[in-house]
T-cell receptor
Framework: EDKVVQSPLSLVVHEGDTVTLNCSYEVTNFRSLLWYKQEKKAPTFLFMLTSSGIEKKSGRLSSILDKKELSSILNITATQTGDSAIYLC????????????FGKGTKLTVNP | EPEVTQTPSHQVTQMGQEVILRCVPISNHLYFYWYRQILGQKVEFLVSFYNNEISEKSEIFDDQFSVERPDGSNFTLKIRSTKLEDSAMYFCAVGDRDTEAFFGQGTRLTVV
């Protein structure tokens, strides 16, 4: 059974801190790994990673995939209260439907 | 503008009733999905729809569920004879091969 595990499940930090969120996976037919941010309802897309070792960056957020270790990290530097959300890691599998297998998420709380 | 619009945003229904959840993609996409998220749990894949037919479905997607794209725009999820455990947030998502999936804002279904 395909599995995606995220850690930690929750994290409380102060504004300005740097955080690292982890995601590991065990899936057959890996295609890509995606990070989403879920604030109130819909997951909103952050990154899609397909190649190992290539960092993707968007402002204070960055992410990298390690296919050898079957894992990915999401870094957020200089955190702000607006970064408070649940961060979801999902793996896309090959096999026709391009479906996503999600982890449970990391709930990040950034306090002022 | 969101890629996907879902209606209604919240639906309350009595156990045993049928509900239809609607999704309208804004632009053309090849793949259509339904996911659900029971409160406090992870996002789970239900079904994918490609080329006007189901391409993959999960174990959750049993005979109680059906999907349709009747007029080439709306994409619907029908749940027959609802049960209490069907209460969840239902997300419609759209995507294409090798691109990220875009999620709608979700329909919160409450079965009483």
């Amino acid at each position: 059974e395909d599995k995606v595990v995220q850690s930690p499940l929750s994290l409380v930090v102060h504004e300005g801190d740097t955080v690292t969120l982890n995601c590991s996976y065990e899936v057959t037919n890996f295609r890509s790994l995606l990070w989403y941010k879920q604030e109130k309802k819909a997951p909103t897309f952050l990154f899609m990673l397909t190649s190992s070792g290539i960092e993707k960056k968007s402002g204070r957020l960055s992410s990298i995939l390690d296919k050898k270790e079957l894992s990915s990290i999401l870094n957020i530097t200089a955190t702000q209260t607006g970064d408070s959300a649940i961060y979801l890691c999902a793996v896309e599998t090959q096999g026709g439907s391009e479906k996503l297998v999600f982890g449970k998420g990391t709930k990040l709380t950034v306090n002022p | 503008e969101p890629e996907v619009t879902q209606t209604p945003s919240h639906q309350v229904t009595q156990m045993g009733q049928e509900v239809i959840l609607r999704c309208v993609p804004i632009s053309n996409h090849l793949y259509f999905y339904w996911y659900r998220q029971i409160l406090g749990q992870k996002v789970e894949f239900l079904v994918s729809f490609y080329n006007n037919e189901i391409s993959e479905k999960s174990e959750i997607f049993d005979d109680q569920f059906s999907v349709e794209r009747p007029d080439g725009s709306n994409f619907t999820l029908k749940i027959r004879s609802t049960k209490l455990e069907d209460s969840a947030m239902y997300f419609c998502a759209v995507g294409d091969r090798d691109t990220e999936a875009f999620f709608g804002q979700g329909t919160r279904l409450t079965v009483v």
